[in-house]
């Protein structure tokens, strides 16, 4: 479920989403699990684990580093969305520090649809596809797709495709410069 999606009185939509289902925590708390039993393993017991030996500093510490580094983005990714009178606007934390606005005036068409992300564009996350330009989608199968006027196709997954329309709908009949 969204961390939070509400519209406020002056039809303001914001979405947070997060990669908290249970499966993620799942395989996060597997690797940790398997990244404490390798580390005693390797530094109190002395005894390789898998292909790297006990001896093998390199590995070890390239196995502790690259398991704490997908475990946390996992954790930390965050994709927000807010659609207001300036337009749509979203980040997918941690590559996007800062929001990335799509002016209305910028829009051709936009609507909420239902969408297959592994077919597609390769599954969930920021993904890329030449046929159907760029999305940023945390899960489910429900998203805001925005159709610029430069031709090019973005993509926002929404787990609150009723309060989204909604807010589309409002702003889409508001003349903007």
């Not at 939509?13 to 580390?39: A, H, N, P």
């Not at 077919?119 to 940023?136: H, I, K, V």
Request: net charge positive; aromatic share 16%; proline share 5%.
């Amino acid at each position: 479920m969204p961390e939070r999606s509400i519209i406020d009185t002056m039809g303001t939509f914001v979405e947070v989403q997060r990669m908290d289902q249970w499966w993620i925590k799942l395989i996060i708390y597997t690797l940790w699990g398997f990244l404490v039993f390798s580390c005693y393993q390797w530094f109190i017991n002395k005894v390789p684990v898998g292909n790297v030996p006990e001896t093998a500093i390199f590995g070890q510490l390239f196995t502790v580093i690259a398991v704490l580094l997908t475990s946390l983005l996992l954790l930390f990714i965050k994709l927000t969305v807010r659609i207001d009178r300036e337009g749509i606007h979203y980040q997918f934390f941690p590559f996007h520090l800062k929001f990335r606005t799509v002016a209305w005036n910028s829009i051709e068409r936009c609507t909420v649809r239902q969408y297959n992300p592994i077919m597609e564009y390769g599954g969930w996350g920021l993904r890329w596809s030449p046929n159907n330009g760029t999305a940023f989608n945390v899960w489910g199968t429900m998203g805001i797709q925005i159709h610029l006027t430069t031709g090019k196709k973005i993509l926002l997954g929404t787990q609150d495709p009723g309060a989204a329309q909604k807010a589309l709908e409002s702003y889409k009949k508001q003349p903007y410069p």
